[in-house]
């Protein structure tokens, strides 16, 4: 008989919930498991979560702060129904795609209902800026409960090890498969001869994420390169704004992307840049080689892990605005290389980081359970 495994990720927007419906959607798709899944209600994507046509159990979660202290007080309602649906589907591996703030008061139910826990560590460490209060104390709850662990970079399994003591042998890594946002998408769009190269950065605007090394980046770039950086995402840029906003060059859209809008801006794009000062992967590079776009990355983290096996971008010499730029403009005023490196980047897509490849993977993990 086929395992019946659950993917439970009550995240409302953003990567989490993109993941995990990827990957619902390849295992259904390869049918060695019976996939189903427990979503939030809330979702961004529940549409896209509803069309997979699994079984599906939705849970009311919370829309912010406010929502989420009377959301809370839900809870032991919320257990009730987690542990029934459960029951009734007769999991017997629950995969935690990401972690929710939730989480550590379910992980015990998962045992309670006869089930094993695959929890997914996406990050080992808090970034810088975007912390929140007893982040690593509830990853500990959720590792201390888990059978197994998957982590999406060696970087991050390293530490997990490292911060919760966590067994190598009950771990695997599995990277990050693609995103993508248009399923007809291969990259963007032929320029035609004298238009810019353009490159696109695309996230939350936070500190660790290097805005400030880019943008000193940019500035060193020779005046005889001809190229555009669009800076697209949410966030504050802080002391930043007044140079961003006087570079002739660099356009920013500040705000949340909704979903339907992001094949867009990637298809505007030739190449991404992750300039990030720490990492431990990076769900914008699966975006990219989803779209057909190569990348350039800092030499952080789990950055080098998602480009060098590849060969679907650059790794900046070192945590420099100098060797940033550099990479930028070789790849800029380089046609050859920029040709070689998308079509490499489609190929990743097609290949070593497709959703059927990362189902794969997991579908070891669980029958090695």
């Given at each position: 008989?086929?395992?019946?495994?659950?993917?439970?990720?009550?995240?409302?927007?953003?990567?989490?919930?993109?993941?995990?419906?990827?990957?619902?959607?390849?295992?259904?798709?390869?049918?060695?498991?019976?996939?189903?899944?427990?979503?939030?209600r809330q979702a961004e994507i529940i549409a896209d979560y509803r069309a997979i046509g699994v079984p599906m159990q939705e849970i009311?979660?919370?829309?912010?702060?406010?929502?989420?202290?009377?959301?809370?007080?839900?809870?032991?309602?919320?257990?009730?129904?987690?542990?029934?649906?459960?029951?009734?589907?007769?999991?017997?591996?629950?995969?935690?795609?990401?972690?929710?703030?939730?989480?550590?008061?379910?992980?015990?139910?998962?045992?309670?209902?006869?089930?094993?826990?695959?929890?997914?560590?996406?990050?080992?460490?808090?970034?810088?800026?975007?912390?929140?209060?007893?982040?690593?104390?509830?990853?500990?709850?959720?590792?201390?409960?888990?059978?197994?662990?998957?982590?999406?970079?060696?970087?991050?399994?390293?530490?997990?090890?490292?911060?919760?003591?966590?067994?190598?042998?009950?771990?695997?890594?599995?990277?990050?498969?693609?995103?993508?946002?248009?399923?007809?998408?291969?990259?963007?769009?032929?320029?035609?001869?004298?238009?810019?190269?353009?490159?696109?950065?695309?996230?939350?605007?936070?500190?660790?994420?290097?805005?400030?090394?880019?943008?000193?980046?940019?500035?060193?770039?020779?005046?005889?390169?001809?190229?555009?950086?669009?800076?697209?995402?949410?966030?504050?840029?802080?002391?930043?704004?007044?140079?961003?906003?006087?570079?002739?060059?660099?356009?920013?859209?500040?705000?949340?992307?909704p979903e339907e809008a992001v094949a867009g801006i990637f298809a505007a794009a030739d190449a991404t840049v992750a300039p990030y000062?720490?990492?431990?992967?990076?769900g914008v590079l699966a975006a990219s080689y989803g779209a057909g776009l190569p990348t350039i990355v800092t030499p952080v983290g789990?950055?080098?892990?998602?480009?060098?096996?590849?060969?679907?971008?650059?790794?900046?010499?070192?945590?420099?605005?100098?060797?940033?730029?550099?990479?930028?403009?070789?790849?800029?005023?380089?046609?050859?290389?920029?040709?070689?490196?998308?079509?490499?980047?489609?190929?990743?897509?097609?290949?070593?980081?497709?959703?059927?490849?990362?189902?794969?993977?997991?579908?070891?993990?669980?029958?090695?359970?």
């Amino acid at each position: 008989m086929k395992p019946r495994v659950l993917l439970w990720q009550w995240q409302r927007r953003g990567g989490g919930p993109k993941y995990t419906a990827e990957l619902a959607r390849a295992l259904a798709a390869r049918g060695r498991v019976d996939a189903a899944l427990s979503v939030s209600r809330q979702a961004e994507i529940i549409a896209d979560y509803r069309a997979i046509g699994v079984p599906m159990q939705e849970i009311d979660t919370y829309r912010g702060g406010r929502e989420f202290v009377t959301a809370t007080l839900r809870l032991p309602a919320v257990r009730a129904a987690f542990r029934g649906y459960l029951r009734r589907q007769r999991i017997e591996v629950v995969v935690a795609t990401m972690s929710h703030l939730w989480n550590p008061m379910m992980v015990d139910v998962v045992a309670r209902a006869g089930a094993r826990l695959v929890t997914v560590v996406h990050d080992a460490d808090s970034h810088p800026g975007d912390t929140y209060p007893f982040r690593q104390s509830m990853i500990a709850r959720e590792l201390k409960a888990s059978d197994r662990v998957v982590t999406l970079s060696d970087h991050v399994a390293a530490g997990v090890r490292a911060n919760f003591a966590y067994p190598a042998e009950r771990m695997a890594v599995i990277p990050h498969g693609i995103f993508r946002f248009d399923a007809g998408s291969t990259g963007a769009q032929r320029r035609s001869e004298g238009e810019p190269f353009r490159f696109l950065f695309f996230g939350r605007l936070l500190p660790y994420k290097g805005l400030d090394l880019l943008m000193a980046a940019v500035e060193r770039i020779d005046p005889g390169v001809n190229f555009e950086l669009a800076i697209v995402g949410s966030g504050d840029l802080g002391p930043l704004a007044a140079r961003v906003a006087a570079h002739p060059r660099v356009r920013l859209d500040c705000r949340w992307i909704p979903e339907e809008a992001v094949a867009g801006i990637f298809a505007a794009a030739d190449a991404t840049v992750a300039p990030y000062r720490e990492a431990s992967q990076s769900g914008v590079l699966a975006a990219s080689y989803g779209a057909g776009l190569p990348t350039i990355v800092t030499p952080v983290g789990g950055l080098a892990e998602q480009v060098t096996p590849f060969g679907a971008g650059l790794v900046a010499e070192d945590l420099s605005p100098a060797a940033f730029a550099a990479a930028m403009t070789r790849l800029a005023t380089d046609p050859d290389l920029h040709r070689r490196l998308k079509a490499n980047a489609v190929a990743t897509a097609a290949g070593p980081l497709s959703w059927d490849r990362i189902a794969q993977q997991f579908e070891d993990v669980i029958q090695g359970l």
